[in-house]
Protein backbone atom coordinates (compact mmCIF):
# COMPACT_ATOMS: atom_id res chain seq x y z
CA UNK A 1 0.00 0.00 0.00
CA UNK A 2 1.14 3.57 -0.72
CA UNK A 3 1.29 6.13 1.78
CA UNK A 4 -0.68 9.19 2.13
CA UNK A 5 2.29 11.22 0.81
CA UNK A 6 3.04 9.27 -2.10
CA UNK A 7 -0.45 9.55 -2.97
CA UNK A 8 -0.54 13.22 -2.24
CA UNK A 9 2.67 13.36 -4.62
CA UNK A 10 0.73 11.20 -7.25
CA UNK A 11 -2.09 13.29 -7.33
CA UNK A 12 0.19 16.94 -7.55
CA UNK A 13 2.08 15.83 -10.68
CA UNK A 14 -1.64 14.40 -12.55
CA UNK A 15 -2.47 18.07 -11.78
CA UNK A 16 0.63 19.85 -12.52
CA UNK A 17 -0.09 17.88 -15.96
CA UNK A 18 -3.80 18.80 -16.04
CA UNK A 19 -2.27 22.42 -15.86
CA UNK A 20 0.42 22.24 -18.54
CA UNK A 21 -1.94 20.80 -20.67
CA UNK A 22 -4.48 23.35 -19.86
CA UNK A 23 -2.39 26.31 -20.85
CA UNK A 24 -0.80 24.74 -23.63
CA UNK A 25 -4.32 24.50 -25.10
CA UNK A 26 -5.11 27.54 -24.21
CA UNK A 27 -1.79 29.14 -25.89
CA UNK A 28 -2.85 27.51 -29.25
CA UNK A 29 -6.11 28.61 -29.10
CA UNK A 30 -4.91 32.11 -28.19
CA UNK A 31 -2.80 32.16 -31.42
CA UNK A 32 -5.76 30.41 -33.85
CA UNK A 33 -7.65 33.62 -32.68
CA UNK A 34 -5.21 35.85 -33.21
CA UNK A 35 -4.39 34.39 -36.68
CA UNK A 36 -8.48 34.69 -37.46
CA UNK A 37 -8.51 37.82 -36.21
CA UNK A 38 -5.40 39.12 -38.50
CA UNK A 39 -7.22 37.29 -41.65
CA UNK A 40 -10.35 38.66 -40.82
CA UNK A 41 -8.61 42.27 -40.63
CA UNK A 42 -6.85 41.58 -43.65
CA UNK A 43 -10.07 40.83 -45.48
CA UNK A 44 -12.10 43.85 -44.35
CA UNK A 45 -8.76 46.14 -45.35
CA UNK A 46 -9.68 47.25 -48.73
CA UNK A 47 -6.62 46.06 -50.93
CA UNK A 48 -3.80 48.59 -51.78
CA UNK A 49 -4.47 50.96 -54.92
CA UNK A 50 -2.53 50.24 -57.51
CA UNK A 51 -0.05 53.04 -59.12
CA UNK A 52 -1.66 54.57 -62.07
CA UNK A 53 0.36 53.07 -65.37
CA UNK A 54 2.40 55.96 -67.19
CA UNK A 55 1.61 55.94 -71.17
CA UNK A 56 4.94 54.74 -72.64
CA UNK A 57 6.34 57.73 -74.81
CA UNK A 58 6.75 55.67 -77.95
CA UNK A 59 3.61 53.88 -80.15
CA UNK A 60 3.23 50.05 -79.39
CA UNK A 61 2.40 49.58 -83.26
CA UNK A 62 3.88 51.54 -85.61
Same mark, same amino acid.
Given at each position: ???? +?? &? +???? #? %???? +? @??? !? !????? =? #???? =?? #?? !?? #? !? *????? +?? /?? @? *? %?? *? *? %???? /?? &? /?
Amino acid at each position: MSTP +EE &R +ENRA #A %KTDR +E @AWI !L !LVAER =K #ARDE =KT #AR !LR #A !L *RQAAS +EP /PP @A *R %KA *R *R %KSSR /PS &R /P
